[in-house]
């Protein structure tokens, strides 16, 4: 009996999966002239990506050297060196160095992806030898969702709702900070607040949803928008069941179940697998994830679609998952909110942790972290610091000073009210700091201590515990009004809050190992013909570290672009026409 069907057909690429990374290898590879398909399994595009900050780190960006920086790469290769340690890998760190500055000119320049320069974004460990302090980052610039064809809009995720102000998402830079001077009566924050929330309430009105799209939903907007101009193929509700391979075990096609049923398309060129990982599959993370004994101790970011279906596809045709990472996944300190509709929401602490007036705690209250580092360190000091078999989590505490000017988790500043938060226990509030200690089930007496040292050396403009606010990514985090650290202030004024937060992650870091070229390799180190990873997908460039923000979209972006030229056969970059060096060494 055939398996055949009506729909059966023959393209030249199929990406599974419709993130940064995937939809970087489409955008490429239909640039070049290939016909391209994108199938995804959930019902809109975008994946964690969508849920994300939208920033990718970059390193020699054009964007850059157009405002003057120009960096010498052996500046990011020592910085590299030095925080990536014996995980660095060559082969990859240096096709991601050498195809980064094109992937971005590529898009800037030739597709409906525009850029906007993180001149301001340094990397995290400021005092490592080569650590940049700005201009090594960029982010997609805001884009409204009237660009973007009705039939092609029904297909974009809609912002994460945690990171949200009622469904619209406020971008990291000029436009939050409009919006957290508004909060201490600011009236061109006002203004600039009042505009933007207006104009969401409008879209809300008309178009049932945001239409001002920023961050993460910017990026996937321009990317699908690039997409579909050249004429890429989307398809939703598409879930890949298979790869097909020949009898050389070269990867030939995916068959697939959508909406009409099930089907198989072959590829000449290649497939691209961007599925966005598996920090969504339980046993998974049970198996690799520290202190996660069942794997549901641990709250991801991520889309539920994201649960390891592409590493699964291709095992299964005998390629190398690599788990020989410092770190199995993207950690992300989270909190968890009960809505009023009963659905549990996941929130990131990305920005509220290096604000000065708050401090990191564990249950015995002490402090753990310098918590004005990167979201990475937070999850991993905290791990590290609680014994085998007790759960991990830690407290984020600040006075009634900061909950009216800094986000605390969910909770706005002014002038949104903090009672819905306390009523749903979100918040906890005490009167004194011993008081919200035994709500918290803290240790009252050592929390008091605690606080009363921060608050001495605070004063001062210094953490002798743990160094906070000595690096540029402290202090660009804290508040530049603060003195004499912007990133340290005590927590004096009662009332005092507390939120609950939890291990979560972006996504993970074990994967799919690839080579320079993003194509797939089996255990022996070997090549699996036609088939190629991008995203998180595709074990970490950067071995399991985290050295700065956004190194997990650079690199998928960049990947996708890459696995796009391969696919393609393309020699020349397309922003400037120079030669691209080969880079078809395997590497492990």
């Known amino acids: 009996m055939s398996n055949s069907s009506p729909m059966d057909a023959e393209v030249d690429v199929v990406v599974v999966g419709s993130g940064a990374g995937g939809l970087s290898a489409a955008v490429t590879g239909a640039y070049h002239g290939l016909k391209v398909?994108?199938?995804?399994?959930?019902?809109?595009?975008?994946?964690?990506?969508?849920?994300?900050?939208?920033?990718?780190?970059?390193?020699?960006?054009?964007?850059?050297?157009?405002?003057?920086?120009?960096?010498?790469?052996?500046?990011?290769?020592?910085?590299?060196?030095?925080?990536?340690?014996?995980?660095?890998?060559?082969?990859?760190i240096e096709a991601f160095l050498e195809a980064v500055p094109h992937m971005v000119g590529f898009f800037h320049h030739k597709t409906s992806l525009q850029f906007t320069p993180g001149a301001k974004i340094n990397d995290i460990y400021g005092k490592t030898p080569g650590a940049g302090t700005g201009h090594r980052s960029v982010g997609p610039a805001p884009y409204h969702a009237r660009n973007v064809k009705p039939e092609l809009r029904a297909k974009m995720r809609h912002q994460l709702y945690a990171t949200s102000f009622?469904?619209?998402?406020?971008?990291?830079?000029?436009?939050?900070?409009?919006?957290?001077?508004?909060?201490?009566?600011?009236?061109?924050?006002?203004?600039?607040?009042?505009k933007r929330v207006g104009a969401h309430l409008f879209s809300l009105a008309v178009h049932r949803r945001n239409m001002q799209l920023v961050n993460g939903t910017a990026l996937t907007a321009r990317l699908m928008k690039s997409a579909d101009d050249l004429g890429v193929d989307i398809r939703v509700?598409?879930?890949?069941?298979?790869?097909?391979?020949?009898?050389?075990?070269?990867?030939?096609?995916?068959?697939?179940?959508?909406?009409?049923?099930?089907?198989?398309?072959?590829?000449?060129?290649?497939?691209?697998?961007?599925?966005?990982?598996?920090?969504?599959?339980?046993?998974?993370?049970?198996?690799?994830?520290?202190?996660?004994?069942?794997?549901?101790?641990?709250?991801?970011l991520a889309p539920a679609e994201a649960n390891g279906s592409g590493l699964d596809m291709a095992l299964e045709v005998g390629a190398r998952f690599n788990t020989d990472v410092a770190s199995p996944a993207a950690w992300c300190p989270v909190s968890l909110i009960r809505y009023p509709n009963g659905t549990q929401g996941v929130f990131p602490h990305i920005m509220d942790r290096a604000k000065p007036g708050s401090i990191g705690v564990l249950a015995n209250g002490k402090r753990f972290v310098n918590e004005a580092n990167g979201y990475y360190d937070y999850v991993d000091a905290m791990i590290k610091a609680t014994e085998?078999?007790?759960?991990?989590?830690?407290?984020?505490?600040?006075?009634?000073?900061?909950?009216?000017?800094?986000?605390?988790?969910?909770?706005?500043?002014?002038?949104?009210?903090?009672?819905?938060?306390?009523?749903?226990?979100?918040?906890?509030?005490?009167?004194?700091?011993?008081?919200?200690?035994?709500?918290?089930?803290?240790?009252?007496?050592?929390?008091?201590?605690?606080v009363a040292d921060f608050n001495r050396n605070a004063a001062k403009g210094i953490d002798p515990d743990f160094e906070r606010g000595q690096t540029p990514f402290n202090r660009y985090g804290g508040d530049a009004q603060t003195t004499p650290n912007p990133s340290l202030g005590p927590l004096e004024k009662g009332p005092f809050y507390a939120v609950r937060v939890v291990p979560g992650s972006f996504g993970t870091f074990a994967g799919i190992d690839v080579d320079a070229s993003a194509r797939v390799l089996n255990e022996s180190g070997a090549v699996i013909g036609g088939l190629y990873?991008?995203?998180?997908?595709?074990?970490?460039?950067?071995?399991?570290?985290?050295?700065?923000?956004?190194?997990?979209?650079?690199?998928?972006?960049?990947?996708?672009?890459?696995?796009?030229?391969?696919?393609?056969?393309?020699?020349?970059?397309?922003?400037?026409?120079?030669?691209?060096?080969?880079?078809?060494?395997?590497?492990?």
């Open 37 to 92: 398909v994108v199938v995804e399994k959930a019902d809109v595009c975008g994946g964690a990506t969508s849920f994300s900050g939208g920033w990718a780190w970059t390193p020699g960006n054009p964007l850059a050297k157009a405002e003057g920086v120009n960096e010498d790469r052996e500046e990011f290769r020592t910085y590299l060196r030095h925080r990536l340690g014996e995980d660095y890998n060559e082969a990859r």
């Open 166 to 194: 009622l469904g619209m998402g406020i971008m990291a830079g000029p436009d939050l900070a409009k919006f957290l001077s508004a909060s201490r009566g600011s009236i061109p924050g006002i203004l600039h607040a009042a």
């Open 237 to 300: 509700s598409t879930t890949a069941e298979k790869l097909m391979t020949n009898e050389s075990g070269d990867v030939t096609g995916v068959r697939l179940s959508g909406p009409s049923g099930s089907y198989t398309l072959t590829a000449r060129r290649g497939v691209v697998l961007a599925t966005g990982g598996f920090p969504q599959n339980t046993a998974r993370r049970a198996a690799l994830f520290p202190q996660t004994p069942t794997g549901t101790e641990h709250w991801s």
């Open 388 to 450: 085998a078999g007790q759960t991990v989590q830690s407290w984020q505490i600040a006075d009634s000073r900061f909950v009216r000017r800094f986000p605390l988790g969910m909770a706005k500043p002014l002038p949104v009210p903090l009672t819905p938060y306390l009523r749903s226990g979100y918040l906890v509030k005490g009167n004194t700091i011993e008081e919200l200690a035994t709500k918290c089930g803290i240790d009252p007496q050592q929390l008091s201590r605690t």
């Open 533 to 588: 990873a991008a995203g998180n997908d595709q074990a970490s460039v950067m071995g399991g570290h985290y050295p700065a923000g956004g190194i997990n979209l650079g690199p998928a972006l960049t990947f996708g672009y890459v696995a796009g030229r391969e696919m393609a056969g393309a020699t020349a970059y397309e922003d400037d026409g120079t030669e691209a060096p080969s880079a078809k060494t395997s590497s492990r």
